[in-house]
């Protein structure tokens, strides 16, 4: 055995000498083939990371060309250096070890590149389509029509890829004066204007887009509303659209419906551990009304699909009713109400009763008739979960005492009532120590608030000079325990109280709206604009 092993080591290491020798031989030669591999390997490693740049989402636009350049000479060196100074950076501002943070960046590194391989090539442009799926090429004849027509349809076609890109919820188009148009966009709950075109310009635009929508597009005055989807890649967003005549000529608003409303969670929406507690306990009951309370644009829908999320609609049967439905919940059957086809809340309502339902979604509250269904079924078994136009809890009680509805059914069929609005979030980028008067530092150290650790809003590129990106909700619930529940059915006196105290009935928001202060999420003045 010692022998053979011997033998065969010996062998090899004639062998590799041979072949060291032959090498070392074909080095002195003009031609080297390994110099040619490692020559051509690393002109194709600079322009792999040249085209990586290109597309990198992570380059600004400006920057691209410039980064290029820098990346065709410098190869993965550029990219190397970066990464190295990163993981110190980290390393500084973690605490760990450098080898650890560099080992934890190759894994996510890695983990990207697996991801980025596994997803179907993307077609990065947007392409809007009708009802029935036709694209708005079809519908106009783009293409084969005259230059201006493309143009009008590029144009279109970035709006609303811009509105996307900006998370806009609404894009207003609308007559300034006689020659202009003014393209508003409304990010975070706040309008501003992202462009003005020309009229001619601007009523092709409008147009186009309610040719898509399926609307009349010679009939400018009539109010008249319709629908497309705007697809890239395999996003797909709804829009809903609403024409009208005005002063100087057809104005258009866009509503973006929320595509993501599917994958929201209760746990992420800014409720507080103890809040999400009570209202996980409240969801999880086989009966009752949970009601969602506040003014248009305050995040009802997204917490009402936030908590259908939480159901496990495998094991309980979900019938929502919807006006219009935002997203598509897998498991659940939804049902959009349409009142030219004689499809009401109260009548969709009174149909689902029938399909044997265990949770029951009702997307808005308006009239007693629905009101009173809702409640009779929350009462006979079913969990259901509605929301109405409120300013407070209390208000809601009124409202809903003020529609007709008996104190004895109010009493026996709500379990909680939420109010909520929506606070714009500081952006991280640039929020700064806020500037207190002496009064305000004064109420803070009593309360024993570190002053300095108050933020407002500054304002940066990343967050468009507003100061904020994103938005977060601060909640008032009130639970309808047995106490709750015998003062409701007796009424008259509840009633009154309810009235007087629904002016101060706020106070709740307030309190959620600071304790965000606090945190450094939100700023003073966003508390106030919001709750006063
Ligand atoms: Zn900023």
Known sequence: MLGSTTVS??????????????????????????????LVGWVYLCVYFVQRVYFSPLVPKNYKTMANVVTLFTGPFLLLTLFVIDAARKTRGTGDSFLLVLKRQIQQVVATLHAERSEAPEDSTLRLLDTSGRSIDEICGHGDGKHEDARILDLTETTIADALERRASDILIDPKDESTYTVRLRVDGMLRVVKELNAEMCRSVISSVKAVA????????????????????????????????????EKLSIRVLNKDAGTFSLA????????????ARQIAKPAGMILICGPTGSGKTTTLYAMLNEIDRL???????????????????????????????????????????????????????TAEIALRAAQTGHLVLATIHSNSNATA???????????????AGLNLVLSQRLLRCLCDRCKGPAHLSD????????KNIDPSRIFEAVGCKHC?????????????????????????????????????????????????????????????????RVVG
């Open 9 to 38: 080591g010996l062998l090899f290491v004639t062998v590799s000498r041979e072949a060291a020798s032959s090498i070392l031989s074909r080095a002195d030669l003009s031609f080297n083939p390994i110099r040619l591999a490692l």
């Open 439 to 446: 009064s305000q530092i004064d109420g803070f150290r009593k």
């Open 214 to 249: 399926g609307m009349d597009v010679s009939e400018r005055r009539r109010p008249q509303d319709g629908g497309f989807t705007a697809k890239k890649g395999t996003t797909v967003a709804s829009f809903r659209v609403a024409s009208a005549g005005a002063l100087h000529g």
């Open 464 to 528: 468009e000079n507003t100061g904020y990106t994103g938005r977060t909700a601060i909640c008032d619930l009130m639970v309808v325990d047995d106490t709750l529940k015998a003062e409701i059915a007796k009424s008259k006196s509840l009633l009154d109280k309810l009235r007087t105290e629904g002016i101060q009935s706020q106070s709740g928001l307030r309190k959620e709206g600071l304790k965000k202060v606090v945190a450094g999420i939100t700023s003073l003045d966003e508390v106030k």
């Open 397 to 411: 009680l009124i409202r809903l005492l003020d529609l007709g509805i008996s104190p004895l059914l109010l009493s």
């Open 315 to 369: 094991t309980r049967n979900v019938i929502t009713v919807e006006d219009p439905i935002e997203a598509v919940l897998p498991q659940a059957s939804q049902i959009e109400i349409n009142p030219k086809a004689d499809i009401t809340f109260a009548k969709a309502l009174r149909s689902v009763l029938r399909q044997d339902p265990d949770v029951i979604c009702v997307g808005e509250i308006r009239d007693e008739e």
């Open 268 to 279: 992420k929406i800014g409720l507080s551990q103890k809040q999400y507690d009570v209202l």
